[in-house]
Every structure is written in C-alpha cells, then in structure tokens.
C-alpha cells in the first residue's frame, strides 16, 4: 500500500470517530476541502515562482500554512473556534474582485462546511494531510488514484439522478472525439470532472509550449450545479495541473434556451447528463414548447444541440428511455437527426454504472450540420466469461478495442449494423432498434404474457386466502 492510500485511510478512519461526521458524503466533503486548502497551499508556492507579483488572496493568518502546518498547533477548542468563526466566514466572504484564484476559493467555499466538532481529532486529520506533498509529481500522480476511490463510495448518488461515469467509458468517448488543442470543450453537468480530466490527458501530449499550456486551460470547462460535485471537480482540476479550473457553479437549463447565442457556441461537448432526474418547476418554460419537459437529461439534449458549433461534436451517455420514449422525446430525436449527423450508438451492456444503476445506457455520437442519412448500432459484448459488471469488476477500456478497431472500417458483423433515416422515420423516431444479427428474445407474445402473469396473480390471491383461513381458525 503506498503512501497516500495509508493516508486517505487514516483520515477516514478518524473521522468515523467524530460525531459531526455523518455518512460518506460528509465525510468526504470534509476531506476535500481540508485537500483543497493544502493543495491550494502547495500551489502557491509554485505560483510564487512561476507569476510574476503573485499575491494570495487569502489573508495571512488564515493561509493553511500558518495555522495547520504545525503539527504542534492550534488544537481542541481553539482549533474549532478559529475554523468556525474566522476561517469559513472569512473565506465565503472573499473578495472576487482581488483576483481570479479569489473567484476559485470563494466559489468553493460558498456552500461547503466544516462537520467536524471535535478539536483533537480535527488535528489529528490536519496532520496526516501535511504528509501529503502535491507538489511532488509521483504523489499527484497517486492522489488521482485515491481520488477514484473516494468518488466510488457516493453509493447514494445514484438516488438523484447522478451516476459516476466509470473511467473506462469517459476515456473511451474522449478517445473517439479526439479533442485537438484549441478546440473548446465543455461538460454541462460535470459531476466530479472525469470528461475533463481524460480530455487533459488526451491533450498533454499537444502541449509542448507555455503558450499550449495556457491554450489547454483556457478551452476546457464544465458546469456543475451542486457543492459536492463542484468541489470534488475544482480539486480534481488543480491536481490536474490547472492554475484556474474554469468550473463554474451554476445550471445551464435555468438560462432561457433563446438568449444562447454565437459566442456561446462550443467545438466539442462530452457528458453524462443526470438522468431520472427532474428539474424544479418553472425551469421547463426557459425551453420552446416542443421541447418542455421535467426530465433533465432531455433539457440537456436540447441545449445541446443548440451549444454545438457547425461541425462541433458531441459524445453523451443516454438511457434507453430517451431511444424509445415518445413525445417530447420523440420531437428531440427529430431534431437531434434533421440538425446533426448521428453516426453512431454504442449499446452498453447490464451493469456498466453499477452500483449506481442497472438502467442500460448507450454513448451517442454526433456532429452538428449535417442531417443523419445512416446511424450505425455497435453492441458492447461482455467479456468471455462475465455476465455483469460490478464496483470490485468494472468495465475495463481494452474492451473498447472492439470498437476501436471496427470505428475507421465499418461493416457489419455480430456486434454491428446500421439503420437507414428511412427506416428510423417509419418507426416514429424509435431509435431502440435489436441487435439483428442475434437470437431474437425467447419471450412469448404480450398477450400470452398477459394471460400468465393474471394466472399468478390468481394463485397468490388463492394462497393468500388460505393463510388468512388458517390463522383465523387459529385465533379461535
């Protein structure tokens, strides 16, 4: 075990201890933002040196090096007192106008808090993270590691709506869009930055110049509409190299869709909408008519479409409600193939985003400009001898060799075909459309279906009555 995972684990097991830490999102809103505060303290000192005049926003007694670095310091009472009542108050207080690394703290600190309640084992959290150099490469690199892990334990995210795209998938989708240096990416809904993360990774190896740099922070951005989220996306970033993360709090379907125009336009956009979600009321009428509905990841496909450049593309993952719903859905898929080229659907199997979900899912790609004349289907197999993924098993990105491999070279084979607009418009848009080149379902007909499933309801209802016989002859 390396350095950094025995810290992570000794944070975590302290905090169990402490009775203001409830649950694993406390717990790990706690944990990030006392990284942040060393990480953004690392930083500085790098800044120091690399611009010219640097000046940190953040007043000195309150600098993490002056009040935590001091494995001796501030502690018990004291310690809480200066979080609770100078620390947090001063940073959700900060002036943004001092500079842009004051936008980034105060943004951060707007609706985070400090859980913990006892002074002893906060020092004791304090002095683990100081182990911890970001300004070492090998101990970033590590931290992106632990930094997995952590956002694995948001089990409970799933209930709004919001699933952890596994790494694999993000890689994959970055992969066939192939962002080049200068083109503008955007992730609408963020989450943690994985979209954004790859698509940095994607792109180091463009970059060779101080002025490449400054072109790769300033075209990558991503909106995230909840704290959490934000944090963990902001932090992400900074351990990413990034000075600035251009991530802002904020929800892009609470803009009315007509005041987006030209300079708003996007070359690229990568996401995961949440979807199962549902926006609060009102934020529907900011959409036209056709297009209003509760169901957010349908506002975000409309907006979408709406964001991307001529000849931008679009990688986004999608339920298999929105292939086959009606409808709304039905007048967005419409628009979807009259405005873009949806050149292809990747059919993901069972299991990908568990423990999240077991809703399937399916990657679409588009480009903006053209309208779709043939949507090619590529069915994702399991691998030899796994029936489903799970949190210990998750799908891996050499199974996207596949896919990879048919991508520039397509025919069709036992995992691929394609559909004529034809064909897709006699079905009403229905874009949830079998693999033909497998066994068709042994299922029998609705009707028959029908008639089994009122045959067992009968015989429940029979063994129900029965039981209620007996316990009644009982009682008496």
């Not at 060393?38 to 611009?51: M, R, S, Y």
């Not at 309640?117 to 683990?128: A, E």
């Not at 409309?302 to 709304?328: H, S």
Request: charged letters at 25%; proline letters at 5%; one cysteine or more.
């Amino acid at each position: 075990m390396s350095n950094i995972t025995t810290n992570i684990k000794s944070i975590r097991d302290i905090m169990r201890k402490d009775t203001g830490v409830d649950g694993d999102a406390q717990r790990i809103s706690q944990m990030v933002w006392m990284l942040f505060m060393k990480i953004f303290a690392d930083k500085e000192e790098e800044w120091e040196i690399t611009i010219d005049n640097y000046a940190s926003p953040i007043p000195e007694k309150l600098k993490w090096q002056n009040w935590a670095a001091d494995d001796e310091g501030l502690t018990g009472d004291a310690l809480m007192e200066f979080v609770n009542n100078d620390l947090f108050p001063a940073l959700k207080e900060l002036d943004i106008t001092i500079s842009p690394q004051a936008h980034i703290i105060r943004s951060v600190f707007d609706d985070t808090y400090n859980y913990m309640k006892n002074g002893t084992l906060f020092r004791q959290v304090i002095n683990v993270v100081n182990e911890i150099d970001f300004n070492n490469t090998n101990e970033r690199h590590l931290f992106n590691d632990i930094y997995e892990t952590i956002l694995k334990e948001l089990q409970s995210a799933g209930s709004s709506g919001e699933y952890y795209t596994p790494r694999a998938v993000t890689q994959f989708m970055v992969d066939m869009i192939n962002p080049q240096l200068g083109e503008s990416v955007l992730d609408p809904a963020c989450g943690t930055g994985g979209f954004l993360t790859c698509t940095i990774d994607h792109l180091r190896e463009q970059v060779n110049t101080p002025k490449d740099r400054d072109i790769l922070q300033t075209s990558i951005r991503g909106i995230e509409k909840k704290p959490l989220p934000h944090l963990l996306c902001t932090t992400n970033l900074m351990l990413h190299g990034f000075d600035l993360p251009a991530v802002r709090r904020d929800n892009l379907l609470s803009k009315p869709y007509a005041d987006w125009g030209a300079k708003d336009k996007l070359d690229i956009i990568l996401t995961n909408p949440p979807f199962g979600g549902v926006e609060e009321d009102g934020t529907e009428t900011n959409f036209p008519q056709k297009f209003r509905t509760k169901e957010t990841a349908d506002l975000f496909m409309a907006l979408i479409i709406k964001l991307l450049k001529n000849n931008g593309r679009c990688a986004v993952v999608l339920p298999d409600g929105t292939l086959f719903g009606e409808g709304m859905k039905t007048r967005l898929k419409e628009e979807l193939l009259e405005k873009c080229n949806l050149h292809t659907i990747v059919r993901l199997p069972n299991g990908v985003f568990n423990p999240y979900t077991g809703i399937k899912t399916n990657l679409l790609f588009f480009e903006k400009g053209t309208a779709t004349k043939e949507v090619w289907y590529f069915e994702h197999p399991y691998p030899e001898g796994v029936v489903s993924y799970n949190k210990t098993k998750p799908i891996n990105i050499k199974e996207f060799n596949l896919e990879k491999a048919w991508w520039n070279n397509r025919a069709e084979n036992k995992n691929a075909w394609k559909v004529s607009i034809e064909e897709i418009k006699k079905r009403n848009y229905n874009l949830d459309i079998k693999n033909p080149h497998q066994d068709e379902d042994t299922l029998a007909s609705p009707e028959v279906l029908l008639e089994k499933f009122k045959a067992t309801e009968q015989k429940i209802s029979t063994i129900q009555d029965e039981i209620i016989k007996v316990l009644t002859e009982a009682l008496q």
